[in-house]
Nanobody, 114 residues
Framework: VQLQASGGGLVQAGGSLRLSCAVS????????MAWSRQAPGKQRELVAQ???????HYGDSVKGRFTISRDNAKRTTYLQMNSLKVEDTAVYYC?????????WGQGTQVTVSS
């Protein structure tokens, strides 16, 4: 199972970016799709999570600005990030949960300039 994240880049504060994460490989079901991030010198934090049959969950710092979605047919999850702030600068990782097994992508850099 592989996760390929894309869409990161450099954006000015107040701007928007859309991250995508495509899942490939043999996997029967994806219970949960999520995004986490890690800024330099900080712990990794959960940004958004979307589990089957449940409403999306967001970290407090991104509520109202970020939106997670998923396309089950394409086995892809998206993270729409609006009103970006300098403090959103981090490496963003997508990850999924299949039963008790989690899989992580390689990460994509998001840099927000002031």
């Amino acid at each position: 199972v592989q996760l390929q994240a894309s869409g990161g880049g450099l954006v000015q504060a107040g701007g928007s970016l859309r991250l995508s994460c495509a899942v490939s490989g043999r996997i029967l079901s994806i219970n949960s799709m999520a995004w986490s991030r890690q800024a330099p010198g900080k712990q990794r934090e959960l940004v958004a999570q979307l589990a089957l049959g449940s409403p999306p969950h967001y970290g407090d710092s991104v509520k109202g600005r970020f939106t997670i979605s998923r396309d089950n047919a394409k086995r892809t999850t998206y993270l729409q990030m609006n009103s970006l702030k300098v403090e959103d600068t981090a490496v963003y990782y997508c990850h999924i949960l299949n039963g008790r097994t989690s899989y992580w992508g390689q990460g994509t850099q998001v840099t927000v300039s002031s």
